[in-house]
């Protein structure tokens, strides 16, 4: 299970990164977004992948990690796909506006010479 996720991480982190040197508007925000998704899973990996874990504690189980789930990487990672859905709004927006403003979408606001 930990090398699929190390892969899924690695995987999201190479798409991002090169979806935010691609010289669109919009690719750089699918790649800030992909690459906002590889560090959540990273963080999210970071409390253990635990199997039938209790999310509480429980009578009769004593009260360490090893027996229970960290609840603080569930906790940020929730609160970073709040911000990560914000700035990706945000950013949209900005988009559309530019958009308007220049006439494309590219990110120095002039087109390629062709």
């Known amino acids: 299970m930990e090398i699929v996720l190390a892969i899924a991480i690695g995987a999201l982190t190479t798409c991002g ?22 560090v959540n899973l990273f963080i999210f990996s970071m409390g253990r992948l635990a199997v039938d874990s209790e999310p509480v504690l429980v ?27 914000a700035m990706t709004a945000l950013f949209l927006v900005v988009l559309l ?16 010479a062709e």
Do not use: C, E, K
């Not at 090169?18 to 906002?36: D, F, H, K, M």
């Open 17 to 38: 990164v090169w979806l935010i040197l691609r010289p669109r508007t919009y690719q750089v925000i699918i790649g800030l977004s992909l690459l906002a998704y590889g």
């Open 59 to 85: 009578s009769g189980v004593p009260p360490d990690l090893q027996h229970y789930a960290d609840p603080m990487p569930q906790a940020l990672v929730l609160t970073a796909i709040v911000i990560g859905f």
């Open 97 to 112: 506006a530019q958009r308007g403003f220049f006439g494309n979408d590219h990110v120095d606001g002039t087109q390629d």
